[in-house]
């Protein structure tokens, strides 16, 4: 008996991301200290702060890889790496009774929700032992989205859309920094999430790399994807950015539109932030 060929998966609607008073400490050191960030679907935001700011923490909560230890993420009104305890509510904001009795979900079901948000990470993270075209198709094969053609015909069509259509058999030591990065941005979208992190994705790359991993990203953001971007390029953030977050200390000290949090800071902090990297 032939099996039916499954459908490659449908972009998924551009989500909404929550932040609701998130505190984390490392112990004693207080790295994030009550944050609340708002994230509208299809908007582009664009975090920025001096190193040891929380900037990647803040990433890595919104994903579940670190877990907050006051607060909370939603994704699309869905907790994400918690429940309430008893079978409450799954969806809206816990309330102050709530909170005493968050649950954390199984690893598994972390795991799917994570399908949900993809990630990009400023050192790649592939596996050196696949070829571009199979760490692309891992996720979606693995998970049982798509059976492996699929993944694999799904893959080839994302690294097209990154321009990498010609290295599918290549394997990342065979890549330059720019071109591993591409990969990982095809990657992360071959699960159709609705939101996207990116964390410095152009850090480790040598300065005549950074544009065409820019330029993906730009691509992505003018598709209507959510975007949550943790970056030093401020001339990125001003050309591509809805909103601005400047993050110090572990808290927001201000944000909003580029226009005028990059060019008319509110903030003395800010403001000396800027002189220093513009």
Do not use: C
Request: charged fraction near 25%; aromatic fraction near 4%; avoid cysteine.
């Amino acid at each position: 008996m032939t099996a039916t060929p499954r459908e490659a998966p449908a972009d998924a609607p551009a989500a909404t991301v929550e932040v609701h008073d998130v505190h984390k400490w490392y112990g004693t050191h207080l790295v994030l200290g009550g944050i609340d960030l708002t994230v509208r679907p299809g908007e582009v935001t664009v975090v920025l702060g001096p190193s040891g700011s929380g900037k990647s923490t803040l990433l890595r909560i919104i994903n579940h890889l670190e877990k907050p230890d006051i607060g909370h993420v939603s994704v699309n009104g869905e907790l994400i790496g918690v429940k309430r305890r008893g079978g409450r509510r799954r969806t809206g904001v816990p309330t102050a009774e709530d909170r005493g009795r968050l649950k954390e979900l199984s690893e598994r079901t972390i795991l799917t929700q994570r399908g949900r948000i993809g990630f990009v990470f400023q050192n790649f993270h592939l596996f050196p032992h696949l070829t571009a075209l199979e760490n692309v198709a891992a996720a979606p094969a693995a998970t049982g989205r798509l059976g492996k053609a699929e993944a694999r015909e799904l893959a080839r069509e994302l690294l097209g859309r990154v321009g990498l259509a010609d290295k599918a058999g290549a394997y990342p030591r065979r890549l330059s920094g720019g071109q591993q990065q591409r990969v990982a941005i095809a990657r992360a979208l071959a699960l159709r999430p609705g939101v996207i992190l990116f964390d410095e994705p152009t850090s480790a790359l040598d300065p005549e790399l950074v544009g065409e991993v820019l330029a993906v990203i730009k691509d992505l953001a003018a598709g209507g994807t959510t975007l949550v971007i943790v970056t030093h390029e401020i001339g990125f953030a001003r050309e591509i950015a809805d909103r601005v977050v400047f993050l110090d200390g572990g808290r927001i000290v201000e944000q909003g539109p580029p226009s005028e949090v990059l060019d008319r800071p509110r903030h003395e902090r800010t403001r000396d932030f800027l002189s220093k990297v513009l």
